[in-house]
């Protein structure tokens, strides 16, 4: 498993778990270590799970790529992040399939699970294997299977997930498909990788885009007088041709916020205009401005400016009950908020500690002391360790951009 983050370390816990022998490969040295004492990094494996796997010696970590030689399968899962201008950032997946090319031997599985544009396995890593004169499909096998994690999920995780696979050829497909029936309930195969490529990018860009549009009937519903919420629940009510999204301060996470820029740039690659996707990307990213005028307005209501005054910030991971703050937008927010001149702390009990500002902030403690001293309170993340009754209670204004405070009417109140 080339990659031990929040795909490949649930994956890598899953083969040991059903009697794989699993070598993870890092370049975080520290990681290495730590994996290698028995203890985890990420919140949905539990520490107890890594240690029995290391005592057993079904699971080690290592920063050698020379043990990738003996490896049967290879499973790429590094990340996949855009650069400034938008553009996929491919450099992880080079860097990996290069070390792998160095060491391939005949029969070796290579699949590759980093979300990426569709092609990339056929187009990029196919040749950088076939530079030595081995075939794909008679002397190696090569797929493309997307990840489908969702952290903090209760009920849907890693085994349990469909996993779709496309090969680059029918023996390509069958050979993953044989390694992962191993493992998970149920396999989908597909004909080809592009079409498994395009469809972790269609997953997160029907996401991207039904939020954009729930989004922007918020933002109308607010110019309306409209409790957009209730909207919703209401349409909710029809039993066909409505799925309810729900509106927020902006996208976060490993997906969300990346994956239909994929598509639309390889859209563009081949003189096509996306216009929904980048129109949905457009809404979603202003949401944090938003959120920072409805702390305004909340601050002029009291007779106070911005500048100079303290904000807290409720919630901070990119959704509920996680420690993931990956392009979360509360980063966003507090960013907009300090440059117009507020004092801004957080308190968030999964996310102990944060760097904003070139600083490095410690959450502070959910208690009523924390929550009556600021001039605003703004929830962001609802996790279930608040009280939102202490909120209400001792909050002197509360800028509410996730609804936790629905139904209840207070004044001081400013819903997203």
């Given at each position: 498993?080339?990659?031990?983050?929040?795909?490949?370390?649930?994956?890598?816990?899953?083969?040991?778990?059903?009697?794989?022998?699993?070598?993870?490969?890092?370049?975080?040295?520290?990681?290495?270590?730590?994996?290698?004492?028995?203890?985890?990094?990420?919140?949905?494996?539990?520490?107890?799970?890594?240690?029995?796997?290391?005592?057993?010696?079904?699971?080690?970590?290592?920063?050698?790529?020379?043990?990738?030689?003996?490896?049967?399968?290879?499973?790429?899962?590094?990340?996949?992040?855009?650069?400034?201008?938008?553009?996929?950032?491919?450099?992880?997946?080079?860097?990996?399939?290069?070390?792998?090319?160095?060491?391939?031997?005949?029969?070796?599985?290579?699949?590759?699970?980093?979300?990426?544009?569709?092609?990339?396995?056929?187009?990029?890593?196919?040749?950088?294997?076939?530079?030595?004169?081995?075939?794909?499909?008679?002397?190696?096998?090569?797929?493309?299977?997307?990840?489908?994690?969702?952290?903090?999920?209760?009920?849907?995780?890693?085994?349990?997930?469909?996993?779709?696979?496309?090969?680059?050829?029918?023996?390509?497909?069958?050979?993953?498909?044989?390694?992962?029936?191993?493992?998970?309930?149920?396999?989908?195969?597909?004909?080809?990788?592009?079409?498994?490529?395009?469809?972790?990018?269609?997953?997160?860009?029907?996401?991207?885009?039904?939020?954009?549009?729930?989004?922007?009937?918020?933002?109308?519903?607010?110019?309306?007088?409209?409790?957009?919420?209730?909207?919703?629940?209401?349409?909710?009510?029809?039993?066909?041709?409505?799925?309810?999204?729900?509106?927020?301060?902006?996208?976060?996470?490993?997906?969300?916020?990346?994956?239909?820029f994929y598509l639309s740039w390889k859209a563009k690659q081949s003189g096509f205009e996306a216009r929904f996707i980048e129109l949905a990307g457009q809404v979603n990213g202003n949401m944090p401005y938003h959120v920072a005028g409805r702390v305004r307005e909340a601050l002029n209501a009291r007779r106070r400016p911005l500048r100079g005054s303290?904000?807290?910030?409720?919630?901070?991971?990119?959704?509920?009950?996680?420690?993931?703050?990956?392009?979360?937008?509360?980063?966003?927010?507090?960013?907009?908020?300090?440059?117009?001149?507020?004092?801004?702390?957080?308190?968030?009990?999964?996310?102990?500690?944060?760097?904003?500002?070139?600083?490095?902030?410690?959450?502070?403690?959910?208690?009523?002391?924390?929550?009556?001293?600021?001039?605003?309170?703004?929830?962001?993340?609802?996790?279930?360790?608040?009280?939102?009754?202490?909120?209400?209670?001792?909050?002197?204004?509360?800028?509410?951009?996730?609804?936790?405070?629905?139904?209840?009417?207070?004044?001081?109140?400013?819903?997203?």
């Open positions: 498993m080339i990659g031990l983050g929040y795909v490949g370390l649930p994956l890598s816990v899953e083969f040991a778990k059903a009697g794989f022998r699993v070598t993870g490969f890092e370049i975080d040295r520290k990681r290495v270590r730590t994996l290698n004492r028995g203890e985890s990094h990420i919140q949905d494996v539990p520490t107890r799970d890594v240690r029995d796997l290391v005592r057993r010696g079904t699971f080690r970590a290592t920063l050698d790529f020379d043990d990738l030689r003996p490896m049967d399968v290879i499973d790429i899962c590094v990340p996949t992040p855009l650069r400034k201008t938008k553009d996929p950032d491919v450099s992880y997946i080079v860097a990996a399939v290069a070390e792998i090319a160095s060491r391939l031997r005949r029969g070796q599985l290579i699949v590759l699970e980093s979300t990426t544009y569709p092609g990339t396995t056929e187009e990029l890593v196919r040749p950088m294997l076939e530079k030595r004169g081995f075939r794909c499909g008679k002397d190696f096998f090569l797929a493309f299977s997307p990840e489908r994690v969702d952290p903090g999920n209760p009920t849907y995780h890693t085994r349990n997930i469909p996993k779709v696979v496309g090969g680059v050829t029918r023996d390509c497909t069958r050979v993953a498909t044989a390694l992962y029936a191993a493992v998970m309930d149920r396999v989908v195969p597909v004909s080809t990788p592009q079409v498994a490529e395009m469809v972790k990018l269609l997953e997160n860009t029907f996401r991207s885009v039904n939020i954009g549009l729930v989004n922007e009937i918020a933002l109308l519903s607010d110019k309306l007088g409209v409790d957009v919420w209730e909207v919703i629940e209401a349409a909710a009510t029809k039993p066909f041709g409505f799925m309810p999204f729900y509106p927020g301060p902006g996208l976060g996470g490993h997906c969300i916020p990346i994956d239909p303290r904000i807290l910030v409720l919630g901070v991971a990119y959704k509920p009950d996680i420690d993931d703050v990956r392009e979360s937008p509360a980063l966003d927010l507090i960013e907009i908020l300090e440059k117009e001149g507020a004092r801004v702390d957080y308190c968030d009990p999964h996310v102990p500690t944060l760097t904003y500002g070139g600083r490095l902030h410690r959450s502070l403690p959910f208690r009523a002391s924390t929550l009556k001293s600021p001039d605003c309170v703004v929830i962001v993340t609802p996790h279930r360790a608040f009280d939102f009754g202490a909120v209400a209670r001792h909050a002197r204004s509360i800028v509410d951009s996730r609804n936790a405070l629905k139904g209840r009417r207070r004044r001081g109140v400013y819903r997203l």
